[in-house]
Each structure stands twice: as structure tokens, then as C-alpha cells.
């Protein structure tokens, strides 16, 4: 509670999917806008040197073609007093400069080659590097270079403005976009929110409540019809267990209150207490709770799966066998008819009670006889056991199965039943893979039928 207490404000805003959506969205751009801009100041620096180093060119063509004519003046104009020309002969001398350099020995360090442009700093005539052409044309008596130069200033003036607009630009379309993302996350984020809401404020006795579905088949709203899936199952699983708990408490009762209503009976009027009775009726009331007790402890290891899942192989004929003859000299005579073999995948032991539980009930409703029999038809193990008791009405053939459920009085707790038997058979079956149903054309009576797989593990 104290952590939850603690996780609140900025705390809450920062460990939020919207937050981290937003900053990683932002974080990315803004990468995206800085490397563009790095990228787009080289450009127009390249672009602006480019242009210089076409003008310089065009420039020092002129230059050669008038030296090759032989009108070259002492005194070159160039109309720009950053931008400078000397010409200067194979001894050193300088043949022709701009007003500018007039006089001066710029002392460079020439590159090789017949035609080089590079960028340089000249500092007899500005502080700001040039961009330096260098030509060397062959003329009568040796080589004269020509040296063009033209200030890289408006370069890194430019490139320098467009950076500092970058620098505001990309801040504020980075916020721009971070308050963009954050309103359609949080816009896209809201039926989840809503979702979350609707949980929290879901206790247990509000099982009923469902959370809101969007009208999008998007994921959010795929979401929100899971969720509102599983709340009707555990809804449906709380109703269960609650009539379970419920069924379970007034079944322990009944007997329970039989027991002492006979002992408080015998205790008041002792001269007419038959011990013996008492004694015979309280021990088959115990009997019959250690079936219930063990029925229902059955079923809560079955709900939370905590039943051995292990297969072998079984043979259902000889189980059936079995079980017959241990119920002995029973009310009603039971016939068996077995195929030789009938091996099917799992448990021998939980086999034997589903078949158990089965001819208990035939034997509990039957009025003259049982039969039971074991064949194999179409791939599966077909288990089949009859009475020719009252039967079981069309409607209630289904709901025989649930826990705690009786037909009729004739198939009340006083017949020594607890409600649980057939339920234990589905669960037993169900978990083998095979199922278990009333017989809808037998009417003489009531028969129930297993189809168990000829072979194979318990399902998981």
C-alpha cells in the first residue's frame, strides 16, 4: 500500500506506456531531425563552395585567354576586395596582380599539379580562409601560375545561419511532436484506461460488471471483449462454487442431523433405546459421509487440477469384471458381457471409480436387475450400464451430471445417494477424452453409455 501511495505524480506520468511511447517517439526524431540538419549544412556548404569554385574557374579561363593573347595588365579589377588574382611568373615575379595583393608576397604553399582547388588561409588578406585555384600554363620560356582566390566568408556565414535556425527549429518541432504524440497515445490509450477502471472498481460481489468495448475491431478492442470473457467465466466459476459450497454444507447437514437427533433420542429416553440400532444407524450415516467427504475431495483436487495426469494401458473388461464382483450379493442381480479385449489410454484407478459410481446408481434405482457390458465399435471402447428402474425424464438427462443434482425423491440422499456420482463419471471420462450420456431411445428404465478411445494418453 505504501508503494502504491508512493507512485504517484511525476512517478506515475514516467513509468506510463504514454510517457515512454512519447519520449522514445520524440527521442527518434529529434536523432532524425539533427543528423537531416548536420546533412543539410554540408549540403548548402558544399553547394555555396561549389558555386565559388565554379566562378573561380571561369575567372582564371578569362585570365589564360587574355595572357595568351599578350594584353595582360599590370592592374587586374575584380569588382570584390576579398577576392584577389596575381599572376605569377616561372622566376617569382609577379606579372599581374589585383589592387588588393598589389605588392604583396602571399608566400603560398602551391599544391602540385597543372590545375588544383583547395581551400586555404591567406592572412595578408583576410582572416577568413579562401578558396584557392591554381593553374599553371605552359608560355614561351616556362610556366606561368595563376592564382584565383575567393573568400569562403559568405560559406560560413550561411552554412552558420541555417545552422542556428536548425537550432530552433528542430527544438520546437521536437515539442511539437511530443505534445502531438502524446495526446493521440493518450487518445488511443483511453478504453484501456477505462478497462483498468472498471477492474479496479470490480469486487467480489460485483461479478456481474462488465468492462466497456470499444466499437473497433482493433486491439484494444479485442481486448475488451477477452476481458469480458473472462469475467464471465469467473463469474460463472464463483456462482458454481458458491451453489457447490452451498449444495456440499446442506448435504454434510442432513446427516449430521440424523446422527444427533438419534443420539439426543436415546439419551432422553434411555429405557427405551435400542443401542444396537443406533449403533447400526450412525455407523452407515458415517459411511455414507466418508463417501461424500471423499467424493467432494475428488472433485476440489479435480478443479484445481491436481489429479494424476500419468496414462497406461487399461483393459475397461476386466475392470468392469472387477467391479461386479465386488459388489458382491447385491439388491439386484448384475450381468456382465465383455469383449476380450478393450484396452483404452489412462488411470486404471479413476476408470474403475467412474464404473463404480455407474453400476452403484444402476444398482441404487434398478427394480429387478442390472446389465453391463463392454464391446468396441467404430475405434472406441463402448462401456454400457442399464437398469430397468423409473428412468430419467428427457429434460433432466443432461442435468444428472451436474454435482448435487437428483431427478426425483426415488433418487433422493435417502436412497444412500450423495448427488456427486455422475458428476465424478463425466469429470473421469471427459479427462480420458471420451464422454458419457443418458441413452435417449432406451425407455425401459435408464441406461447410461461410455465411449471411451481405443488407445491414447489422458488429454492435458
Known amino acids: ?21 512519447t519520449a522514445l517517439a520524440t527521442l527518434i526524431v529529434v536523432v532524425v531531425l539533427v543528423v537531416t540538419g548536420i546533412a543539410l549544412v554540408l549540403l548548402q556548404r558544399r553547394a555555396l563552395t561549389s558555386a565559388i569554385d565554379d566562378s573561380l574557374l571561369q575567372r582564371a579561363d578569362d585570365l589564360e585567354a587574355v595572357l ?19 599572376v605569377v611568373a616561372a622566376d617569382g615575379s609577379i606579372l599581374a ?48 601560375t595563376l592564382l584565383v582566390g575567393g573568400t569562403l566568408d559568405d560559406v560560413k556565414d550561411s552554412a552558420a545561419a541555417l545552422a542556428r535556425a536548425l537550432m530552433v527549429a528542430i527544438p520546437l518541432a ?66 458454481r462454487q458458491q451453489r457447490f459450497v452451498a449444495d456440499a454444507s446442506h448435504e454434510l447437514r ?10 439426543e433420542v436415546d439419551l432422553a429416553h434411555p429405557e427405551r433405546a435400542d443401542l444396537a440400532a443406533t449403533h447400526r444407524s450412525v455407523a452407515e450415516e458415517v459411511e455414507g459421509l466418508g463417501r461424500m467427504l471423499e467424493d467432494l475431495l475428488y472433485l476440489a483436487r479435480s478443479d ?74 467404430d475405434g472406441a471402447v463402448r462401456l454400457v450400464v442399464e437398469d430397468d428402474g423409473p428412468g430419467i ?14 431427478v426425483d425423491e426415488a433418487r433422493s440422499a435417502a436412497t444412500g445417494g450423495t448427488g456427486l456420482g455422475l458428476a465424478i463419471v463425466r469429470d473421469i471420462v471427459e479427462r480420458h477424452g471420451g464422454r458419457v450420456f443418458v441413452d435417449p431411445r432406451h425407455t425401459d428404465g435408464t441406461r447410461f453409455v461410455v465411449e471411451l478411445p481405443v488407445s491414447g494418453d489422458i488429454p492435458g
Not at 442432513?254 to 443420539?263: A, G, H, M
Open 1 to 21: 500500500m505504501a508503494a502504491e501511495r508512493e507512485a504517484t505524480g511525476w512517478d506515475r506520468v514516467r513509468g506510463s506506456v504514454r510517457f515512454r511511447i
Open 68 to 86: 595568351r593573347a599578350g594584353e595582360l595588365p599590370e592592374r587586374l579589377g575584380l569588382g570584390a576586395d576579398e577576392t584577389f588574382v596575381q
Open 97 to 144: 596582380t589585383s589592387e588588393n595583393v598589389a605588392g604583396i608576397e602571399l608566400n603560398l604553399r602551391l599544391p602540385e599539379g597543372a590545375e588544383v582547388l583547395s581551400s586555404a588561409d591567406v592572412p595578408q588578406v583576410d582572416d577568413d580562409p579562401f578558396r584557392l585555384l591554381t593553374r599553371r600554363i605552359p608560355v614561351p620560356g616556362g610556366t606561368t
Open 174 to 239: 521536437a515539442a511539437l511532436l511530443a505534445g502531438i504524440v502524446w495526446w493521440l497515445v493518450g487518445r488511443a490509450l483511453s478504453p484501456v484506461e477505462a478497462i483498468r477502471r472498471e477492474v479496479a472498481a470490480i469486487s467480489g460481489g460485483e461479478l456481474h460488471r462488465r468492462v466497456p468495448e470499444p466499437a473497433t475491431a482493433d486491439e484494444i478492442g479485442r481486448l475488451a471483449a477477452t476481458m469480458n470473457r473472462m469475467l464471465d467465466r469467473i463469474e460463472e466459476s464463483t456462482r
Open 254 to 263: 442432513n446427516p449430521l442431523t440424523r446422527i444427533k437427533s438419534e443420539v
Open 304 to 377: 484445481a487440477g491436481d489429479l494424476d495426469r500419468s496414462a497406461t494401458s487399461v483393459d475397461v473388461s476386466e475392470l468392469l469384471e472387477q467391479e461386479v464382483a465386488r459388489l458382491g450379493d447385491a439388491r439386484v442381480p448384475v450381468t456382465v458381457s465383455a469383449a476380450p479385449v478393450t484396452t483404452v489410454g489412462g488411470r486404471a484407478d479413476q476408470l474403475a471409480r467412474a464404473i463404480r459410481n455407474l453400476l452403484d446408481n444402476a444398482v441404487r434405482h434398478a427394480s429387478a436387475g442390472v446389465a453391463s457390458s463392454v464391446a468396441v465399435a
Open 393 to 406: 425424464p428427457a429434460p433432466d438427462r443432461e442435468r444428472v451430471f451436474e454435482r448435487f443434482a437428483r
